[in-house]
């Protein structure tokens, strides 16, 4: 099954397992468990873990790089949005892990007004799809967990399991 397919599955039968997609906020999006370095939410969802000093999880910064490099020409610095793109800081608010997970694979066309604005599938593109819990909570974060703008100042280091999953993803 190609990356893509898995990824697609996963994100169904994610949405067929809650009854409704309600609100993400501070509350539902906070960290109950942690392996290796990887936080959770209640429900099993990956999630950030900003300390008190501003350290963050090293997924979280990963994540803020993924995105830069790969989504912020269209979707603003930080997540805040462009004429041609939506802000995802505040779509994150109302979006789960599982549509997150299918629009960025499968891509999107909104076309109207004589305006057709699209979104990339990147089901195919290792860059992103090897780091999509990485970008997920870093927006996450920047959508209901407070993090500021801009490069986090502390990060978590990189851990072994992070490792691991780069070298297996993207040398495959
Ligand atoms: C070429 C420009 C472009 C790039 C690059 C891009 N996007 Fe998008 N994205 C869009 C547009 C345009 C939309 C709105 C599409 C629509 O409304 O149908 C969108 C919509 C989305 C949405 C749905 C937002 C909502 O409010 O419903 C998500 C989530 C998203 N993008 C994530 C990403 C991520 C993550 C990346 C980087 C891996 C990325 N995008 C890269 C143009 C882009």
Known sequence: ???????????????????????????????VSEQDGKYVDAEGNPTFKIQDDGTVDWYTFSGYRRYHSDCHVCHGPDGVGSSYAPALANSMKNMDYATFLSIVAEGRKNVGGGKENVMPAFGENKNVYCYLDDIYVYLRARAVGDAPRGRPPKKADKPQAAKDHEKSCMGS
Not at 2 to 22: D, F, Q, Y
């Open 1 to 31: 099954m190609s990356v893509r397919k898995t990824i697609l599955v996963l994100a169904m039968s994610l949405i067929g397992s809650s009854v409704i997609l309600a609100a993400d906020d501070k509350q539902k999006a906070a960290a």
